[in-house]
């Protein structure tokens, strides 16, 4: 593969940084496209190279506990000693694949925020994402380094292909991580009422939640908050995300008597004979292990977009667990 200028170091990728570019970087979940969390000028540099609306908020990176607590207002929380016990039962989880939104501390930018007034915060455990918060030593508010509405990436080349024509070889780079080993997205918790909510669900589980926390969580974005408007509650989880250019559809959906388009490709989560002859198949695991899925499954996306074909099929898996994680993030795919 011919080496792209966007490459960076982590060195240069905090000076660009500092200067106010954008950065994108591995995590252990997916690649973010990071920038200085306090610059609003940078922050909107963010939503241009992803052609992101303006009203969906981004994630803050940092390194510990303790600058969660410096750069979240929990004194405005519903209940500030009841969040703070939670934060440090999440510690269990931290560094990991779990976000979790606060009121927005004075020192950052409000675009990270999108108009509201929380942010959700994320202590990542990849060790490239953490040398570079540890050398940048400031918050890194970075959303996935996807363009907007697409699969998110989890190969420093996904990055490049998606983001490459609005990323500046002088202000900008890419650090070059390999791939992403969860594979998809971080668990997005609300914690800015009373029952702890879960808005995005990620390999980390509501079971695991509720024991962590040792408290009822509850799951999705209805009714959820008294302090934000409800159109703000979770833009994320607007129903089409993550999704391919070629149409996505369920294996489950699929009845004998259908007839087929000519091109099709089929992801399966298993090795295992179809009773049609698919233009390209690609078995994310042999044997059903759900982690391997998920560390698979956005590349496999990627490659089979890229194919020309009429129609993508999907396997599908019990919505428990990562199972759940999966799926939403499948039916988001296969949304039209
Ligand atoms: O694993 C991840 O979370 C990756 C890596 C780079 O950290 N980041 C990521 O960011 O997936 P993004 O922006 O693609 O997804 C963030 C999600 C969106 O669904 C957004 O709407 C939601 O989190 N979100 C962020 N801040 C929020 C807030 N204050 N209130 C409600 N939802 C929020
Ligand atoms: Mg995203």
Redesign the pocket.
């Known amino acids: 593969m011919d080496r792209s200028p966007l490459y960076i170091d982590t060195t240069t990728a905090v000076q660009r940084l500092k200067s106010g570019g954008v950065v994108a970087f591995p ?1 252990e ?4 496209l990071g920038a200085d969390a306090r610059r609003s000028d940078a922050v909107r540099r963010i939503y241009a190279t992803k052609g992101r609306p303006s009203s ?4 803050v ?1 940092l390194p510990s506990l303790k600058k969660v607590h410096e750069y979240a207002d929990i004194s405005r929380s519903f209940d500030p000693v009841v969040v703070s016990s939670w934060l440090e039962k999440l510690q269990h989880l931290w560094p990991g ?1 779990l ?1 979790v ?1 606060l009121p927005r501390g004075a020192e950052l930018a409000p675009e990270v ?1 999108a108009g ?1 007034d ?3 915060f ?1 202590i ?1 455990a990849h060790p490239v994402a953490r040398e570079l918060l540890t050398a940048f030593d400031g918050p890194i508010a ?3 380094a996807n363009r907007s509405e697409y699969v ?1 990436p989890t190969r420093a080349e996904h990055v490049l292909s998606d983001l490459g024509g609005y990323l500046s070889v002088e202000h900008d780079g890419i650090i070059s991580g390999g791939e992403c080993p969860v594979g998809i ?2 668990a ?1 918790l ?1 914690l800015l009422d009373a029952t702890p909510r879960i ?2 669900p990620g390999s980390i589980t509501h079971e695991q939640l509720e024991k962590v926390l040792g408290c009822a969580v509850a799951i999705g974005a209805q009714g959820a908050s008294t302090r934000e408007p409800q159109t ?6 607007l129903a089409k995300h993550y999704a391919p250019h070629t149409r996505v559809q369920f294996l489950t959906d699929i009845h004998p008597s259908n007839q087929l388009p000519a091109r099709v490709g089929a992801i399966l989560f298993s090795d295992r004979p179809l009773p049609f002859e698919p233009h390209t198949v690609i078995v994310l695991s042999p044997d059903s292990n759900l982690e391997v899925v998920a560390a698979g499954l956005f590349a496999a996306l990627r490659e089979l977009d890229s194919e020309g074909l009429d129609l993508i099929l999907v396997d599908s898996c019990e919505a428990t667990g990562l199972g759940a994680a999966i799926m939403d993030r499948l039916r988001r795919a296969s949304f039209r």
Do not use: D, K, Q, W
Not at 56 to 59: A, H, K, S, T, Y
């Open positions: 995590t979940t997916v690649y973010g969906n908020p981004l994630i990176h694949p976000s939104i925020s509201g929380s942010v959700a994320r990542p970075a959303p996935s998110s997205e971080s997005v609300s808005l995005r703000f509650l979770s833009p994320g989880l």
